[in-house]
């Protein structure tokens, strides 16, 4: 079987470069080792976890802010077997609709282990032990990752476990411990907090979301600490050990000293590396990072051998989803010889709690770093009309412009919705918008998005009009 492109891989990278291919004319095979499509993403990542998310936020909602409304609900309980049931069939719904555009792209999809035998060649193994062999004149590698480990403590999977074991629990933890504060820890330990848990998070930084700007992490701190999460942050993880249905991790405080605590589950979210295993990248002479395991690629992500591109999770920058789905159609253009382009700056993170976070551009901390002159303008959800309607009072969007410009060169929010809000913040970027562009747009009254309007007046020589 001989193609244009094959496709390793087939997680939002993978799938979206696929289709890509097909649609500029290229004949195109993808090879997935698992038995559904999508990848991390779609069955152990951004949906299961965005599932589970919503049913929690409905829980907590109905337990907590409903009375409010003046809505009262008698014999509220949970049931978490339907939750994960459904949790499962929201993945399932999704995976066979990649089945479905990969049959409408007439992409052929090849279920096994895609490993090179040569830089053109790559045999497929399936889970029966049989070999396929398929060549292309371009591969692309998007094998994305998987959970990092901390060398002095053994996943277990059963009571010590990652992401993937804490979608699928089949009971709510009483008192779940978290190693890592970064956007995994906080958007299941979200979950498991609304469902009733206990959740106590260890991070070695000295705050949480360490990578967005510091005041997101701030307010998302205290937000996280009337759910009822208590945070040990500079605290450093020493080990981790089973006795029988008790996980005991020992960590040391700020100031050196031991401490223990005791809970049930234990789920270890400290990043994620590169998964290149069985791949024989070796046998091509591709090379991976020592620190992370990632594919060394140039500004067109191709590897050091001719013709063999990577993308997504398995090479440098952010692990999201959305990036890996630009970097496919970027990988898929440039074989078909168009000249497309990612601005790396412009793509936007999300913390799915709630509030939502989300950031695009530079954070406080980096202007600083550069020595940019940076003026800022912030406006908080309780002066919001919208959000004081919907009881959404906690976050804020901060604006961060050019000092002499006006151009927008940041944005950070955490507040109702502001996942979807965050793509103004991107056209509006895209497009060098000056923050005063911005405060001049009209906003529909009575909206969430009207706080970036004000922020932005805010940074327009404090021009805000609610507060
Ligand atoms: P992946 O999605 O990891 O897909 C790689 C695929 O390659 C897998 O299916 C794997 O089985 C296959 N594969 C590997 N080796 C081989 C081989 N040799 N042969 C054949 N197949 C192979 N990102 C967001 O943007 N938003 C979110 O809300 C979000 N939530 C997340 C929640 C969780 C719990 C996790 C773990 C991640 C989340 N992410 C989120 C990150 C996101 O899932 C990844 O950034 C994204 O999936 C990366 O896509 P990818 O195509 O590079 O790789
Ligand atoms: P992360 O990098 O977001 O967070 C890991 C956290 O663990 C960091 O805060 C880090 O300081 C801390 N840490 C590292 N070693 C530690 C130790 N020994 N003790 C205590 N804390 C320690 O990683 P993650 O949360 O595991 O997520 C992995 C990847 O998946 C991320 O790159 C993220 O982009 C992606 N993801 C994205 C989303 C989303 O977009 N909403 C959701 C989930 C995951």
Request: avoid cysteine; proline fraction near 0%.
């Given at each position: 079987m001989q193609y244009d492109v094959i496709v390793i891989g087939s997680g939002p990278g993978g799938y979206v470069a696929a289709i890509r291919c097909a649609q500029l004319g290229l004949k195109t095979a993808i090879v997935e080792k698992y038995n559904t499509l999508g990848g991390t993403c779609l069955n152990v990542g951004c949906i299961p976890s965005k599932a589970l998310l919503d049913s929690s936020e409905h829980y907590h909602n109905a337990a907590h802010t409903f009375t409010t409304h003046g809505i009262k609900l008698e014999n509220l309980g949970i049931d978490f077997g339907q939750m994960v049931k459904r949790k499962q069939e929201v993945v399932d719904a999704n995976t066979s609709g990649i089945s479905y555009l990969m049959k409408k792209n007439k992409i052929d999809t090849h279920f096994g282990v895609g490993s090179f035998k040569d830089k053109n060649t790559i045999t497929v193994k399936k889970a029966d032990g049989t070999e396929t062999e398929i060549t292309g004149k371009n591969v692309i590698i998007a094998t994305g990752s998987k959970p990092s480990a901390l060398p002095f403590l053994k996943i277990d999977k059963k009571r010590i476990i990652t992401s993937t074991e804490a979608l699928n629990l089949t009971e709510v933890p009483k008192h779940l411990v978290l190693i890592g504060g970064g956007v995994i820890g906080l958007e299941l330990g979200s979950v498991y907090a609304r469902l009733g848990a206990k959740v106590s998070v260890i991070e070695f930084m000295d705050g949480i979301i360490p990578t967005m700007d510091k005041a997101l992490g701030k307010e998302l701190q205290k937000v996280l600490t009337k759910l009822g999460m208590e945070f040990y942050l500079g605290h450093k993880v020493t080990g981790a050990t089973v006795k029988g249905k008790d996980v005991t991790v020992t960590f040391d405080t700020p100031k050196g000293e031991s401490k223990e605590l005791k809970g049930d589950y234990c789920l270890v979210a400290v990043g994620r590396v590169a998964y290149t295993d069985g791949l024989g990248l070796d046998k091509i002479g591709i090379t991976v990072e020592e620190r992370g395991r990632k594919i060394t690629v140039n500004d067109h992500l191709e590897?050091?051998?001719?013709?063999v591109y990577a993308i997504g999770d398995?090479?440098?920058?952010?692990?999201?989803a959305h990036k890996a789905e630009d970097e496919g159609t970027l990988v898929a253009e440039l074989i078909a010889g168009q000249k497309p382009h990612i601005?790396?700056?412009?793509i936007p993170g999300v913390v799915y709690t709630w509030p939502e976070v989300a950031a695009v551009g530079q954070t406080e901390e980096q202007l600083k770093a550069a020595g940019v002159k940076y003026k800022t303008g912030s406006f908080p959800f309780k002066a919001s009309g919208r959000a004081r309607a919907s009881g959404d009072l906690d976050g804020f969007v901060k604006v961060l412009a050019d000092a002499t410009t006006d151009e927008i060169l940041g944005v950070h929010m955490i507040g109702p919705r502001a996942a979807d809000m965050i793509a103004e913040a991107v056209v509006a970027m895209e497009y060098r918008a000056s923050a005063e562009d911005i405060s001049r747009m009209s906003h529909a009254h009575p909206t969430y998005t009207e706080a970036m309007r004000e922020a932005c007046l805010a940074a327009t020589e404090n021009r805000a009009i609610h507060i």
């Open positions: 590897t050091s051998v001719k013709g398995v090479i440098k920058g952010a692990m999201l601005d790396y700056n412009l």
